[in-house]
């Protein structure tokens, strides 16, 4: 199974690893912004329960990032002990 997640994840993997070097904070960072922006759309533009909505898949995919970026730096933090 997770083989197959990973493949067809390929094309926002490679998303990542090219726009954002890895770099998942930046992407945390990005999301963030997205759902303050996402709030300054005109209420007739968008329904105020759909920003709602958005706004939490949004975090919560902000909050996935960031977890891997933690998980980053404690293993790079892991390393550099063991060196």
């Not at 994840?9 to 998942?24: K, R, T």
């Not at 892991?78 to 060196?83: A, G, Y």
Request: with cysteine.
């Amino acid at each position: 199974m997770k083989s197959s997640i990973k493949t067809e994840l390929q094309e926002l993997l490679h998303h990542i690893e090219e726009n954002y070097a890895g770099d998942y904070a930046s992407i945390s960072h990005d999301l963030n912004k997205a759902i303050y922006f996402l709030h300054y759309v005109e209420r007739d533009m968008i329904d105020p329960i759909e920003v709602q909505d958005i706004s939490h898949a949004l975090h919560t995919l902000s909050e996935c990032f960031y977890r891997a970026h933690s998980q980053q730096r404690l293993h790079a933090l892991n390393q550099n002990l063991h060196e």
